[in-house]
């Protein structure tokens, strides 16, 4: 099993682009390797020193490896050189979304779905940046777009939006159903480690936080609230 993923991580590092597909499958097959996140990195740097003067594709494919590395201003910057498809405005908006620049965000997810992207994928990441936003009348009317209703992605961002009007308890009740119907849901995995940590739940906290950390894509807020619950417990040496 093991090298059977090294060898498709190999086969996906060694493609000329890169699409949302790609991304994906390199993620999954990570997943079934040991030190997924130095492998990451040291394939980025690889991949960094072969393209030269980014452009196009190759652009793309560096950008889309810097967001899964959390390098997010770096990733906007091999992006912005990039082919003007659907996958380099889906990435430009999930680094914007990091980079807290919400509305922007939201812009490039529609361009990702006006150059192609089908699916509810830039449905719920729209939704997810309206909420953030602050924006929480829109982020409901938004919601209503996800498909299907009872999804995993749904329930997260429904979540959120409860969440962030202050309705603590219901968001951690449906980040719960979200990660039963998908239980690696890294965004309801991470919100709801964040509900725990808030609440006083430490220990439940750190493991949700371990899972979030465990596989790529790395949850950089993650590995910042995880060091500092190793602070609080003495455990200065993991903290680092």
């Not at 968001?171 to 849901?185: E, I, M, S, V």
Request: proline residues 3%.
């Amino acid at each position: 099993m093991e090298q059977s993923s090294l060898d498709a991580v190999k086969a996906v590092l060694a493609k000329e682009s890169w699409a949302l597909e790609d991304y994906n499958q390199l993620m999954r097959d990570l997943a079934d390797v040991p030190d997924p996140a130095g492998k990451l990195r040291a394939a980025i740097a690889e991949m960094e020193a072969q393209a030269g003067d980014m452009k196009g594709s190759a652009a793309v494919k560096v950008g889309i490896g810097r967001y899964a590395a959390c390098r997010f201003a770096e990733a906007l910057d091999a992006l912005s050189q990039g082919t003007d498809n659907k996958d380099r405005h889906y990435f430009q908006g999930l680094c914007l979304v990091q980079l807290r620049q919400y509305d922007k965000a939201i812009a490039e997810f529609e361009r990702a779905r006006e150059r192609g992207l089908e699916g509810p994928l830039c449905d719920v990441k729209i939704v997810e940046a309206l909420a953030l936003a602050g924006k929480f009348d829109e982020a409901e009317k938004a919601l209503a777009k996800v498909k299907p209703a009872g999804s995993a992605d749904a329930l997260y961002v429904q979540g959120l939006i409860a969440e962030l009007r202050g309705f603590g308890e219901k968001a951690a009740g449906l980040y719960d159903q979200a990660r039963q119907k998908a239980p690696n849901h890294p965004e309801a995995t991470f919100r709801l480690a964040y509900y725990c940590d808030l609440h006083g739940s430490e220990d439940e906290a750190m493991e949700l936080y371990r899972q979030c950390v465990a596989k790529p894509p790395i949850h950089a807020n993650a590995l910042l609230n995880m060091a500092v619950l190793y602070e609080d417990a003495g455990e200065y040496d993991k903290a680092c």
